[in-house]
């Protein structure tokens, strides 16, 4: 079945660590995102990537990092300096750079800090 | 101004009710509207997509788009409990490109 596969679940991160959630997509889409969701607060975009080895900074992309090395991959590092690193994180794809019309979503990551 | 508001509730209903979700939005050349369900600790499911406006049905669920008001609802015929989620609207276009813009989503809960 096509979709799109994040890993792991559930993460702990501690002081100064860095930790990477994993997402995969086998949908052949080229636009793949980061989002951060946040308790009564909606979508926030972190990253996006339209094409390989190109990727933007969203609207709240400090402390964040990511690389798009294959079409399929695109993971998120949170870094030691995302001071509030506790939320839901959502990995997207959509079809093409031209239309970007349908986004399709995995099944998230929760991020706590220890 | 947001470019995308959704009143959040919580909305409450009971077992085969109408239930009718809206959101409103600022910028007249978005083009693409979407509703996503999500349920608890999940990732949102794309439920109805519409590209301007009319209405689209699909089983017990009609999506509206008035742009001549920046208007978009979800209507949810005979509610059951497994619609209780969080439901999210968001809009996108040609104009915007890769940037998708939601709503804070609204909480229903449809008691048995």
């Known amino acids: 079945d096509g979709g799109i596969t994040q890993s792991p679940k559930y993460l702990f991160r501690k002081e100064g660590q860095n930790v990477t959630l994993s997402c995969e997509q086998n949908l052949n889409h080229d636009a793949m995102y980061w989002y951060r969701q946040d308790p009564g607060q909606g979508l926030r975009l972190i990253y996006y990537s339209q094409i390989v080895n190109d990727f933007q900074k969203g609207d709240i992309a400090e402390g964040y990092s990511v690389s798009r090395e294959k079409k399929e991959s695109f993971p998120l590092t949170v870094t030691s300096a995302q001071k509030n690193p506790t939320a839901f994180y959502l990995c997207?794809?959509?079809?093409?750079?031209?239309?970007?019309?349908?986004?399709?979503f995995g099944s998230g990551t929760q991020l706590s800090v220890l | 101004q947001k470019e995308v508001e959704q009143d959040p509730g919580p909305l409450s209903v009971p077992e085969g009710a109408i239930v009718s979700l809206n959101c409103t939005y600022s910028?007249?050349?978005?083009?693409?509207f979407m509703w996503y369900r999500q349920y608890s600790r999940k990732g949102p499911e794309l439920l109805m997509y519409?590209?301007?406006?009319g209405n689209k049905e699909d089983g017990r669920f009609t999506a509206q788009v008035d742009k001549s008001s920046k208007y978009i609802s979800l209507f949810i015929r005979d509610s059951q409990p497994s619609d209780s989620a969080t439901y999210l609207c968001a809009t996108n276009s040609m104009n915007t490109g890769n940037q998708f813009y939601f709503g804070t989503g609204t909480s229903l809960t449809v008691i048995p």
């Open positions: 910028n007249s050349a978005f083009q693409y």
């Open positions: 519409t590209y301007s406006s």
């Open positions: 997207a794809s959509s079809r093409d750079r031209a239309t970007n019309e349908k986004l399709f």
